[in-house]
């Protein structure tokens, strides 16, 4: 017999355990998991709006490790970074993050995420979608290694009011002059870790990432160390409430890949999505360039807006009407924002609705009362984001709030 | 100095009207007596390191189209829900409310197997009486006997709101407004303990027993709250309810408001039947020819207002209005957190409001207590430790306990509320307490006390009644505070109430701010601008 056919082990069905999931397990009350890039993630532990709350009034715990993640080191590093988003990578100092976008040839978005200087001639990237071919076509020709770090890295975020206090109990100085997207690497129960005052909730907040070896005694000392701050481990479900007043948006929820497309008529450009402030021409080429110069002189054609509804029943799902009647629009994410009071969304809306046009827009909402459906329309107001605003996110040295 | 409206006191509802009066585009100033603003809303640091609750202590039904419109979370204010409560009982039992249903479920069923279903009966029949009265908090109260169009209309959506529950619903709402809510929970529930939990809110506030009539509706007033359209819920406001007048405070300063602090209302300045203004005890003078009065109706009237200036049959329903303060409070800073031996260690509901009683009987004896002027020998207690969930009251680690007290009489049988009886007073409350958390009493660092005598000195509230007045039928609706003057408005011209002595009434709510705010306005020619919340 050929000693070679043997077994070969069968790639596994559904979620896998993330670094954390002893952890969250042990608090998740509900069993409510959810498939996040194939980990299993937390939807919900015991009760969102109590998990929502402790993102806004203590600190909080949300395990990242699913994220898609890459490395990019070489001479040539800052060259391929610079040639792939849309800002200028240039400005970005090592040791600093920043929210970047990048886009295909016709100037529509790729994917949005975050990305770290580490040094001179490295960098990581964080993002929802796997982007590892994409940034090896970018680099093609370039002195620069790319890496997929997927797996070779875990990371939570540690999100709330509270959590600058907490990582003061840990005799974290390093957090008294880090601003909002420093990076520092500092150690915490003697492990390595890569510290960051970001985060997707708009409040004051870092994320912690180190090696998966190191994962568990990390995450056991920062919960420990917040036992007297209120912390708690939170899932998916408060963590949307919280990124959607925080005026952040999710790919596949409120705008789709330009690289997943079925419907050529779903890519959207940055102009559209409202994240021209992202977009710089002042540096040399880079992927998109040349159609976002044009698209940066006609009218968008269609815009995502934040818009506030009247009363107080979130806008799930609704389509939006001119004057009642005439279709323009629908709505991406609600939200009904227990922090700020007020019926909050995005929506989609075709020009000139949202843009010159704003007024006489409402949505039409559907509740079900006791089996029965009632239809409302209700007022639309476009509004700026983020919808929550409050300065203890960038107050440096961060305040025990 | 002339301003278009002057309100008077700033507690949250005179904040509430002076808010929306100033978004308005009205060049208003508020006068507090006190240095501070906030009324019954109000967070004080008397020990270092510990923020109280002085007075109110927990948020549920402050009006979220107030909060949207009046833009408060922007100004700092931010209210976080807790989630259940317990009562302990001298056997080493306790009941567990919880907002998980689940959990809920399961405690009823320990306590009594009939419980569970029984509760859910109880429950919507409160449900549906809160459906019923809601929408007729942010509405003025009709006035049955006026032939005015907006009168009739709003006679008519009563009238039609309760016609179209139909006859046994309409015979259920008439029991439920007058019965007492001993009675009431008969209908529903076994277990004493489960029983004696939920009578709780049918009595806070109120001198009345749980076997009085009209105790029902008090426990509706306390449902009709809400936190982010969870029915019923309470929460706390992050730093203390304080956090709710100053961001008022604040919101209204944005707008143009002028607040000035630390001398109150000697009169109201009155010429041929109409308000001109307010002097002040410091010799001060303002006008305006709007001015509009949060304080209760018998200091307004009674004490700051000439006799002559006011009908006599308008005088005479203010003085039969009914205050009797019947609670007391104690904020007490602790050096840990106390220990309760019947809970198991961790027990979330730790988190939530604790009570310690066995059942009725015990409550109806605190009442007697009251009638007979004293304090009750084994007084209900609303006793919570917000520090659990709010990090900014306390140093980390250590705590504060909000303990809310009731019966407590106004005037003591045995003297004035000096301070022998207010440290009596307080020793039987701790002592109470330390039957059930032993270690309660060491902890103590500081405490403050507050008898219903000292809560009507400091914030002004008559006979310490947290209400402004007792929230019985007779004193309701289209009745609150005289009848033919539930409108907001007063017999002399110009000078308007907005404190929870007119509808819908007490409990940090609002709702008689915006309501008095949308009056002023409509005389005035303009509209109150609810925003996005209409």
């Known amino acids: 017999m050929n000693k070679a056919l043997t077994p070969r082990p069968q790639m596994p069905m559904g979620a896998l355990p993330a670094p954390f999931h002893d952890r ?57 970074m610079n040639r792939m988003v849309t800002r200028d990578v240039r400005r970005q100092k090592p040791g600093r993050v920043s929210y970047v976008i990048w886009c295909d040839e016709d100037g529509n978005v790729v994917d949005d995420g975050t990305l770290f200087r580490r040094s001179e001639d490295e960098f990581l990237l964080f993002c929802q979608e796997p982007q590892l071919l994409w940034i090896k076509d970018i680099a093609w020709g370039f002195d620069v290694e790319v890496t997929e770090a997927t797996h070779d890295l875990a990371g939570f975020a540690f999100q709330g009011p509270t959590t600058a206090a907490t990582l003061r109990d840990l005799k974290i100085k390093e957090i008294e002059t880090m601003r909002p997207f420093d990076i520092r690497d500092i150690k915490i129960a003697g492990k ?22 190191d994962a568990l005694a990390v995450w056991d000392a920062v919960y420990a160390a917040g036992q007297l701050r209120g912390v708690r481990i939170i899932g998916y479900e408060a963590l949307e409430m919280a990124r959607i007043e925080a005026g952040f948006l999710l790919p596949r929820v409120d705008f789709i890949s330009s690289q997943t497309n079925l419907r050529v008529n779903r890519a959207r450009n940055p102009f559209e999505i409202g994240l021209d402030w992202l977009v710089t021409f002042d540096k040399p080429h880079y992927n998109g360039k040349r159609a976002l110069q044009r698209l940066a002189g006609v009218a968008p054609k269609r815009k995502l807006v934040a818009i506030e509804v009247s009363k107080d029943k979130a806008a799930h799902h609704a389509l939006v009407y001119h004057r009642k009647t005439r279709e323009v629009g629908f709505v991406t994410s609600a939200l009904w924002s227990a922090t700020t009071k007020r019926n909050i969304a995005y929506a989609w809306l075709e020009a000139p609705f949202g843009q010159e046009v704003k007024d006489d827009l409402w949505v039409e909402i559907y509740l079900q009362r006791e089996i029965e459906w009632q239809r409302r329309m209700e007022r639309v107001m476009i509004v700026e984001r983020p919808f929550f605003v409050h300065p203890r996110r960038t107050v440096t040295p961060p305040l025990n709030f | 100095m002339k301003y278009d409206a002057i309100i008077v006191g700033a507690g949250h509802n005179g904040l509430t009207t002076a808010g929306f009066l100033a978004r308005a585009g009205l060049k208003t100033l508020v006068i507090e007596k006190n240095d501070y603003v ?98 007729l908090l942010m509405r003025t109260a009709p006035d049955p006997t006026s032939f005015n169009p907006r009168d009739i209309s709003e006679l008519l959506y009563i009238g039609k709101r309760f016609y179209d529950l139909g006859e046994r619903e309409m015979a259920e709402t008439v029991r439920f407004w007058t019965m007492s809510i001993a009675e009431f929970l008969d209908q ?34 306390h449902y009709m709250g809400e936190v982010d359209g969870s029915i019923g819920a309470w929460g706390f406001s992050r730093g203390g309810m ?49 001015v509009v009065s949060g304080m209760d109706v018998r200091r307004t009237f009674i004490e700051h207002t000439e006799q002559k200036e006011l009908p006599e049959d308008f005088v005479k329903g203010v003085k039969r209005y009914r205050f009797r303060g019947s609670s007391g409070k104690l904020n007490i800073a602790l050096d840990g957190m106390p220990t309760f031996p019947a809970a198991p260690k961790d027990a979330r509901f730790l988190k939530g409001d604790l009570h310690f009683l066995d059942g009725m009987e015990e409550l109806e004896r605190a009442y007697d207590d009251w009638k007979e002027g004293r304090w009750s020998a084994s007084p209900y207690v609303d006793f919570l430790i917000p520090t659990q969930i709010d990090p900014t009251m306390a140093p980390p680690g250590k705590h504060y306990a909000t303990i809310f007290v009731q019966y407590a009489p106004y005037e003591l049988a045995n003297g004035t509320w000096d301070d022998a009886n207010r440290e009596a ?43 402004q007045g007792e929230l019985t039928f007779d004193q309701l609706l289209f009745n609150r505070p005289v009848p033919g003057y539930a409108q907001y408005r007063s017999p002399i011209k110009g000078l308007y109430m907005c404190g929870s002595s007119s509808h819908p009434g007490g409990g940090v709510m609002g709702a008689p701010g915006a309501n008095a705010a949308r009056e002023v306005l409509l005389d005035l020619g303009k509209k109150i601008d609810l925003g996005a919340a209409a």
């Open chain 1, 24 to 80: 969250i397990a042990a608090e998740n009350v509900q069993h409510s998991w959810m498939n996040w890039n194939g980990y299993a993630s937390p939807g919900v532990l015991d009760t969102a709006e109590f998990e929502y709350f402790a993102i806004r009034n203590q600190s909080t715990l949300f395990d990242i490790s699913p994220m898609c993640k890459f490395r990019i080191k070489g001479p040539d590093a800052e060259a391929v």
């Open chain 2, 188 to 221: 529903y529930i076994k277990s004493d303990l489960v029983k004696v939990h939920l009578a709780g809110s049918g009595i806070i506030g109120t001198g009345l027993g749980p076997y009085s009539p009209g105790t029902a509706y008090v426990l509706l007033h």
């Open chain 2, 425 to 467: 007073f307080a020793k039987t409350v701790i002592d109470k307490i330390s039957r059930h958390s032993p270690d309660f009493k060491n902890l103590i660092v500081h405490k403050e006390v507050r008898s219903p005598a000292d809560i009507e000195r400091e914030v002004g509230l008559t006979e310490g009644n947290i209400f």
């Open chain 2, 242 to 290: 304080g956090s709710i007048t100053k961001a008022m405070a604040l919101s209204f300063q944005d707008a143009g408001g002028e607040i000035r602090t630390g001398s109150g209302i000697d009169q109201f300045i009155v010429k041929n039947g109409r308000v001109v203004g307010v002097a002040l005890e410091n010799g001060d003078e303002f006008y305006a020819d709007t």
């Open chain 2, 38 to 135: 906030g009324g019954a809303a109000v967070s004080r640091e008397l020990q270092p390191g510990w923020t109280y609750s002085n007075c109110s202590y927990v948020c549920s039904l402050l009006r979220p189209e107030i909060i949207r419109a009046l833009e408060l979370p922007k100004y700092g204010l931010q209210v976080i829900p807790y989630e259940s409560g317990a009562t302990f009982d001298s056997k080493g039992n306790y009941f567990n409310y919880s907002s998980d249903h689940d959990a809920l479920r399961r405690e009823l069923i320990r306590n009594n197997p009939e419980d569970a279903d029984g509760y859910e009966r109880y429950a919507r029949a409160v449900m549906r009486q809160c459906k019923f009265i809601k929408p």
């Open chain 1, 192 to 213: 390595k870790v890569m510290i960051s005052r970001t985060g997707f909730t708009g409040d004051l907040g870092y994320e912690l990432v180190m090696a998966p070896k």
